[in-house]
Nanobody, 125 residues
């Protein structure tokens, strides 16, 4: 079973930055498409960003495009989410997710097989 562990969340003022990390267990990380999702109280989980396993193509929700950057370091079994120009509406629990090997990145939560426990991001106004 693949384990994903997020870190890097916290409290930041609007306009600030945070970098989330997600460390994966196992030897097949380089074959996993990876994604980030978030969920705020009373709202459904929503797609934030994804990165392919093959050529590191990246995908973003319109709400974060131009502010967030996803990247991966296969040597460290880690995917990152650099979040700049944060807004209060970015406040949520952020979850890292992975697909089984050699799958394309998805934008739906049900396309992902592995999930982290989540990390809280709070942006104050």
């Amino acid at each position: 079973q693949v384990q994903l562990v997020e870190s890097g969340g916290g409290l930041v003022q609007a306009g600030g930055s945070l970098r989330l990390s997600c460390a994966a267990s196992g030897r097949l990380f380089s074959t996993y498409a990876m994604g980030w999702f978030r969920q705020s109280p009373g709202k459904e989980r929503e797609f934030v960003s994804a990165i392919s396993w093959s050529d590191s193509s990246t995908y973003y929700a319109d709400s974060v495009k131009g502010r967030f950057t996803i990247s991966r370091d296969n040597a460290k079994n880690t995917v990152y989410l650099q979040m700049n120009s944060l807004k209060p509406e970015d406040t949520a629990v952020y979850y890292c997710a992975g697909r089984t090997p050699f799958q394309r990145p998805g934008m739906r939560g049900d396309e992902y097989d592995y999930w982290g426990q989540g990390t809280q991001v709070t942006v104050s106004s």
